[in-house]
């Protein structure tokens, strides 16, 4: 059974730079795709950053030069660093691992509906403040 276990929410004011951590157990990640996702009250589940297995990054245009995903094998941890956070970017932040790969197409945020990730996080919530 695969868990994944987000941290490192919280808390902050406009222009802060936290740092989510999603820890992978049961299997080792890097062969999956793996993604953040982020949900505001009211709206739909959004995605944020993806990472393929060869490391490649993409994300969406709202956090873009902004948001950093990225992967510590050694440990099966993925990362999301965020920088000169907006109040905009409040909402629950999730991470999600795709073991399929290849089924549901290219491991790319842009292009990849929440539905299509199969493991699933519980979540951290952001709060940024103005």
């Known amino acids: 059974q695969v868990q994944l276990v987000e941290s490192g929410g919280g808390s902050v004011q406009s222009g802060g730079s936290p740092r989510l951590s999603c820890a992978v157990f049961?299997?080792?990640?890097?062969?999956?795709?793996m993604g953040w996702f982020r949900q505001a009250p009211g709206k739909e589940r959004e995605g944020v950053a993806a990472?393929?297995?060869?490391?490649?990054?993409t994300y969406t245009d709202s956090v873009k030069g902004r948001f950093t995903i990225s992967q510590d094998n050694a440990k099966n941890t993925l990362y999301l660093q965020m920088n000169s956070l907006k109040p905009e970017d409040t909402a629950m932040y999730y991470c999600?691992?795709?073991?399929?790969?290849?089924?549901?197409?290219?491991?790319?945020?842009?292009?990849?509906?929440?539905?299509?990730?199969?493991?699933w996080g519980r979540g951290t919530q952001v709060t940024v403040s103005s």
């Open positions: 049961g299997h080792t990640y890097s062969s999956y795709c």
């Open positions: 990472i393929d297995r060869d490391g490649s990054t």
């Open positions: 999600a691992a795709d073991p399929f790969i290849g089924v549901f197409g290219p491991c790319d945020i842009g292009r990849r509906a929440a539905a299509t990730f199969h493991y």
